[in-house]
């Protein structure tokens, strides 16, 4: 019953858990790329090498990473198969999607693109670098915009409460991240990591809603509209903003930049005035020879973004009461005034235009996990993610079945809660012939098959050349 | 070898029932399109803060109202009405003077020789016919005007014939012109001469007015006959003359006015009916502009008001101080100077009038004659006349917005289709328009709507109601003169069920009654400019569709 009870609390408190990268990789040692999960994790191999870069190995199969995550709702919650004489319709089901919406849903895509990786065993240290072309972007959309548009404005207008837009945002992020690591061991049992990345931005659009409102007065129906906002972006590509009058209203492509860059493509990709910096710190400690802990933090970091930037910012508030009547003599005059009420709009909401560079921070994530060394081919493991995504934070809880079966296949079985669902089964499975050594993983191949009850699809794959292996033994007092 | 082949079948029909169950997710022609949208929206529609200046501003182009001596605002109803064109009454004739000199007019005891000479010189009078006998004119300066001289000789000699009109000038220079005949005699003619101008003095004679002196002079030249005989003749004509100004005695003259007649659109309406009303103080006012520089006297011979009630009624002088008949003439200002316009007025008020019983008779229109006499005193050779002198009459109907209007009340049909409303996917279940009201006018005002079919028969109605109150009138003070606003929120409300019921609607009627304050005891209000009415309006509205999207989308 207590068991019962704790998990119910866990599924609880893990309920908002989101994004999920990395649950089954954080445990595959065999992969190099465990590494970018926790610095300090120890791969047995001396040397190895992988990317897109390396000739042939490189390729077969690329090496990326592709996620998608939505914090709130799946296909099935929208558009489900019906019951009863409906059972062979698809039935739309908007109360169901509005239940399921949280306050505010992120919609995200993670892709990642790895140009190279190599690592080089020294003594007790353990070097790796790696080029990573990282593309982040999304969508989040707050619960109060499906409220207004599917419910209308009444029901928050008779409870006195605003909308509250503020948590709407659009993401962009282009970067390129070279890190440069390192783990250590620092006695038996501790061993440290950790990764120092300088990041390239190539190209951002970052929104910043303050505060985006909307109030209804319950005694005279009048509005009240209220805007902070800012839209950063930093483009190749950038606009020609005219906001003078609101006849002439319009944002084009400025055609030095289009040309520019038309006629130089290439220029995008070497752009190396967008510089930030990160790090990610990991540790890993033998609490027992059964059992390991783990901790990591990963992608604390910023870009500054001074290539082209472009800050749109709105900052006002407005009373709507209606249109004013007035003893229009003609329809000119009537005409007048309604102009004359949409450029008082157009003037109070009006976006500034600023050029300066701006500064956009990574979403960072915690790990904390550990792992019971049950048999030698056998390990079960747990991990704790929290991740900081714009003002919001998600967590996740993974548990997992490892088993190196032979010397060159390991694979892994986890199941994570997550979303309020608990129908994540995810796996990895690494296989070497040779020095090559491939790897597939995913967190939730159940949503793979079942896509309409996905709230999370993620894939990585590739390829690395390793050199020095060792033959995996247990440690000592593992049971066989 | 069975059993891996059992699981192989098994796994398989799993995989088959995966795979269809996730194609069936997302085929979407299995969609059965039936979309269910429930929503309700507030917003607010209009706002206005309307002040009576601003509504007096923008529609009241004609002067309807105006803001009178007291501060407060009347209704007004005017017409205006010009006399005669000046040159209609007082005008120039043609004119023409004709003479002869014959040889015994001369003394021939010298003339005997070549190189003599003999003359003989004389002083006619042209006499000037006036537009009015009694007419003394003194002097008048030429707009345009044109003088022929026709003359003929029957001499032997050869003559030559001066002609002089020493008060015709033009810069101080008279008139004057030459005629010479050759021996045996002969016509000679000056034709078209231009008078533009000229200044002709008309008291140069005995007579001193009406007449201007003539200079002949004829010089005989011998040529070498004895015959002395003959005659030369002349004849004078003044045509096309019109004056810039002319000064003397005009005489009597009568100028005539008849206006349109004066619509009381207040009561003349179709469009509404007032029960009962009382205007405290209504007045006529009657404007006179003068720039004949003549004493004139103006009366009217007929001022009347048509009311349906009383037919027409004659607006009679109380006080026998109006001119109203020629037995009481009202000597108006005239100007004193040339260029000058006058003006004059008359009031005619309930304490000099019956207008009060006229105006409460709902008179619908009023007309006016009347006329105007100049040189009433008799002979004054002080009147002039300019070319656009001219005498203007405006007459004003005024009601000072001061009094009481009780059931002001109208009623009019409107065809309608509110088929639109009746379509399957009308999304619209209920509607709730509110009208908030804040009015600084000492008026209430109350409504309906029916809504019937063809035969008039009624269907529903908007308001509950008999006739819902739409605006609560503003408390006055004992002046009459509004304290603070009202507020009256008013709410209406139309849900689906109410809809239905208009399915066979074909007409509106829509019934409109306002009072004044407190209107049926009798109070009496005041309008000032500066009243001002607030207004606010908002809706409601509960959305709800239910259907199949492609039938929805067909009927929008």
């Known amino acids: 019953m207590k068991k019962h009870i704790l998990l119910l609390i866990f599924a609880g408190v893990l309920a908002s858990a989101s994004a999920q990268q990395g649950l089954t990789l954080y445990n595959m040692d065999r992969v190099m790329q465990s590494q970018f999960i926790n610095p300090a994790i120890d791969v047995p191999y001396k040397f190895h090498i992988g990317g897109l870069l390396v000739p042939i190995a490189g390729q077969l199969p690329p090496p990326i990473y592709f996620n998608y995550g939505n914090n709130s709702f799946y296909y099935n919650h929208i558009l489900h198969m019906g019951k009863g004489d409906k059972a062979d319709n698809l039935v739309l089901d908007i109360p169901l999607f509005m239940k399921k919406l949280k306050k505010t849903t992120h919609m995200r895509f993670d892709t990642q693109i790895e140009l190279l990786n190599l690592g080089i065993k020294l003594e007790n240290m353990f070097l790796t670098v790696a080029i990573t072309e990282k593309f982040k972007y999304g969508m989040s959309l707050p619960y109060d915009i499906f409220e207004f548009t599917l419910n209308g404005n009444m029901p928050y207008m008779q409870e006195g409460k605003p909308h509250d837009f503020s948590g709407f945002g659009v993401n962009f992020t282009h970067y390129r991240e070279l890190a440069v690591g390192g783990s250590m061991q620092a006695n038996n049992d501790l061993t440290l990591g950790g990764r120092v990345k300088i990041l390239f931005g190539m190209a951002n659009v970052n929104t910043n809603f303050k505060e985006l409102s909307l109030y209804t007065d319950p005694d005279d129906y009048s509005m009240t509209f209220t805007t902070d906002m800012k839209v950063h972006s930093s483009l190749p590509i950038f606009f020609d903003m005219n906001m003078l009058e609101i006849d002439s209203v319009g944002l084009s492509l400025n055609e030095a930049s289009l040309t520019a860059f038309e006629d130089n493509p290439a220029s995008y990709f070497l752009n190396l005035k967008n510089i930030g910096m990160g790090f990610d710190i990991g540790a890993s400690y033998k609490l027992t020879p059964e059992i390991d802990l783990y901790a990591s933090l990963i992608d604390f970091g910023f870009i500054s973004w001074n290539t082209n930037p472009q800050n749109f910012i709105s900052k006002g508030q407005y009373d709507f009461h209606g249109l004013e009547v007035e003893l229009w003599e003609n329809d000119e005059e009537r005409d007048a005034s309604m102009q004359n009420f949409a450029d008082t709009l157009f003037n109070i909401f009006k976006p500034d235009l600023l050029e300066t560079s701006y500064l956009t921070w990574l979403p960072s994530s915690v790990y904390v996990g550990g792992k019971y060394k049950f048999h030698q081919l056998l390990h079960f493991t747990a991990l704790y993610r929290g991740e900081f995504y714009r003002k919001s934070y998600m967590q996740s809880l993974t548990l997992g079945v490892n088993s190196n079966l032979t010397e060159c296949i390991s694979a892994h079985l986890t199941y994570s809660l997550a979303h309020r669902t608990a129908n994540h089964i995810g796996f990895g499975l690494s296989a070497r012939l040779g020095p090559v050594s491939w790897y597939i993983i995913t967190d939730s191949f159940t949503n793979m098959i079942w896509p309409q009850k996905a709230t999370n699809i993620n894939l990585r794959m590739g390829c690395n050349i390793v050199f020095g292996y060792k033959k995996i033994k247990s440690s000592a007092s593992m049971r066989t | 070898m069975k059993t891996k082949l059992k699981y192989l079948l098994i796994a398989s029909i799993l995989m088959v029932s995966v795979f269809s169950c996730v194609k069936d997710n997302f085929n979407f022609?299995?969609?059965?399109?039936?979309?269910?949208?429930?929503?309700?929206?507030?917003?607010?529609?209009?706002?206005?803060?309307?002040?009576?200046?601003?509504?007096?501003?923008?529609?009241?182009?004609?002067?309807?109202?105006?803001?009178?001596?007291?501060?407060?605002?009347?209704?007004?109803?005017?017409?205006?009405?010009?006399?005669?064109?000046?040159?209609?009454?007082?005008?120039?004739?043609?004119?023409?003077?004709?003479?002869?000199?014959?040889?015994?007019?001369?003394?021939?005891?010298?003339?005997?020789?070549?190189?003599?000479?003999?003359?003989?010189?004389?002083?006619?009078?042209?006499?000037?016919?006036?537009?009015?006998?009694?007419?003394?004119?003194?002097?008048?300066?030429?707009?345009?005007?044109?003088?022929?001289?026709?003359?003929?000789?029957?001499?032997?000699?050869?003559?030559?014939?001066?002609?002089?009109?020493?008060?015709?000038?033009?810069?101080?220079?008279?008139?004057?012109?030459?005629?010479?005949?050759?021996?045996?005699?002969?016509?000679?003619?000056?034709?078209?001469?231009?008078?533009?101008?000229?200044?002709?003095?008309?008291?140069?004679?005995?007579?001193?007015?009406?007449?201007?002196?003539?200079?002949?002079?004829?010089?005989?030249?011998?040529?070498?006959?004895?015959?002395?005989?003959?005659?030369?003749?002349?004849?004078?004509?003044?045509?096309?003359?019109?004056?810039?100004?002319?000064?003397?005695?005009?005489?009597?003259?009568?100028?005539?006015?008849?206006?349109?007649?004066?619509?009381?659109?207040?009561?003349?309406?179709?469009?509404?009916?007032?029960?009962?009303?009382?205007?405290?103080?209504?007045?006529?006012?009657?404007?006179?502009?003068?720039?004949?520089?003549?004493?004139?006297?103006?009366?009217?011979?007929?001022?009347?008001?048509?009311?349906?009630?009383?037919?027409?009624?004659?607006?009679?002088?109380?006080?026998?101080?109006?001119?109203?008949?020629?037995?009481?003439?009202?000597?108006?200002?005239?100007?004193?100077?040339?260029?000058?316009?006058?003006?004059?007025?008359?009031?005619?008020?309930?304490?000099?009038?019956?207008?009060?019983?006229?105006?409460?008779?709902?008179?619908?229109?009023?007309?006016?004659?009347?006329?105007?006499?100049?040189?009433?005193?008799?002979?004054?050779?002080?009147?002039?006349?300019?070319?656009?002198?001219?005498?203007?009459?405006?007459?004003?109907?005024?009601?000072?917005?001061?009094?009481?209007?009780?059931?002001?009340?109208?009623?009019?049909?409107?065809?309608?289709?509110?088929?639109?409303?009746?379509?399957?996917?009308?999304?619209?279940?209920?509607?709730?328009?509110?009208?908030?009201?804040?009015?600084?006018?000492?008026?209430?005002?109350?409504?309906?709507?029916?809504?019937?079919?063809?035969?008039?028969?009624?269907?529903?109605?908007?308001?509950?109601?008999?006739?819902?109150?739409?605006?609560?009138?503003?408390?006055?003070?004992?002046?009459?003169?509004?304290?603070?606003?009202?507020?009256?929120?008013?709410?209406?409300?139309?849900?689906?069920?109410?809809?239905?019921?208009?399915?066979?609607?074909?007409?509106?009627?829509?019934?409109?009654?306002?009072?004044?304050?407190?209107?049926?005891?009798?109070?009496?209000?005041?309008?000032?400019?500066?009243?001002?009415?607030?207004?606010?309006?908002?809706?409601?509205?509960?959305?709800?569709?239910?259907?199949?999207?492609?039938?929805?989308?067909?009927?929008?």
């Open chain 2, 29 to 556: 022609d299995k969609w059965d399109k039936e979309v269910q949208y429930d929503a309700s929206f507030a917003a607010p529609v209009a706002w206005g803060d309307l002040a009576f200046t601003d509504a007096l501003r923008m529609y009241d182009s004609t002067g309807l109202f105006i803001v009178n001596e007291e501060g407060y605002v009347s209704l007004q109803y005017l017409t205006r009405v010009s006399s005669n064109k000046v040159n209609e009454i007082i005008y120039l004739n043609n004119q023409n003077v004709n003479g002869t000199v014959e040889s015994p007019d001369f003394n021939f005891a010298q003339f005997s020789a070549f190189n003599d000479t003999v003359s003989f010189f004389y002083t006619d009078f042209l006499t000037f016919s006036m537009f009015n006998a009694e007419a003394e004119i003194d002097s008048l300066i030429l707009k345009t005007g044109i003088m022929d001289i026709a003359t003929n000789s029957t001499f032997s000699h050869s003559a030559r014939l001066y002609v002089k009109f020493p008060s015709v000038t033009k810069n101080g220079v008279p008139f004057s012109t030459i005629f010479t005949y050759t021996p045996g005699g002969g016509s000679s003619v000056s034709l078209n001469n231009d008078f533009t101008g000229y200044n002709i003095d008309l008291t140069q004679t005995p007579t001193n007015f009406n007449e201007i002196p003539v200079e002949i002079r004829l010089t005989l030249f011998w040529s070498g006959t004895t015959d002395n005989s003959g005659t030369v003749s002349f004849d004078v004509n003044m045509k096309d003359m019109q004056y810039k100004i002319m000064h003397g005695y005009f005489g009597e003259n009568t100028l005539f006015f008849e206006s349109d007649t004066i619509d009381i659109s207040l009561f003349k309406s179709n469009d509404w009916e007032i029960e009962r009303y009382l205007f405290m103080d209504p007045k006529f006012k009657i404007y006179y502009w003068n720039s004949y520089g003549v004493p004139s006297q103006f009366y009217f011979d007929h001022l009347v008001a048509h009311s349906v009630l009383q037919g027409d009624m004659n607006i009679l002088d109380d006080a026998n101080n109006l001119p109203i008949g020629p037995a009481n003439p009202y000597d108006v200002n005239y100007a004193l100077v040339v260029g000058q316009r006058m003006l004059d007025s008359l009031k005619v008020n309930k304490e000099n009038s019956n207008i009060d019983d006229v105006v409460n008779a709902r008179p619908q229109w009023i007309q006016f004659k009347a006329r105007a006499t100049t040189n009433p005193a008799g002979l004054d050779h002080h009147n002039f006349v300019i070319d656009d002198s001219q005498i203007e009459v405006e007459v004003i109907m005024e009601l000072p917005l001061w009094g009481y209007i009780y059931n002001w009340n109208l009623k009019d049909t409107a065809k309608v289709d509110l088929s639109d409303l009746q379509n399957e996917y009308n999304p619209i279940k209920r509607v709730l328009v509110r009208v908030d009201i804040q009015n600084g006018f000492p008026i209430e005002a109350f409504g309906q709507v029916y809504f019937t079919d063809e035969n008039y028969v009624i269907l529903d109605s908007l308001f509950y109601t008999y006739e819902e109150r739409l605006l609560d009138a503003a408390k006055v003070d004992a002046s009459g003169k509004v304290l603070d606003f009202s507020r009256k929120v008013t709410k209406i409300e139309y849900v689906d069920e109410r809809l239905k019921k208009l399915e066979t609607c074909k007409y509106v009627v829509y019934a409109a009654q306002a009072n004044t304050t407190n209107a049926v005891a009798g109070t009496v209000i005041k309008i000032f400019k500066d009243y001002r009415v607030k207004f606010d309006v908002g809706f409601e509205v509960d959305l709800e569709v239910e259907g199949n999207i492609d039938s929805i989308s067909n009927t929008f």
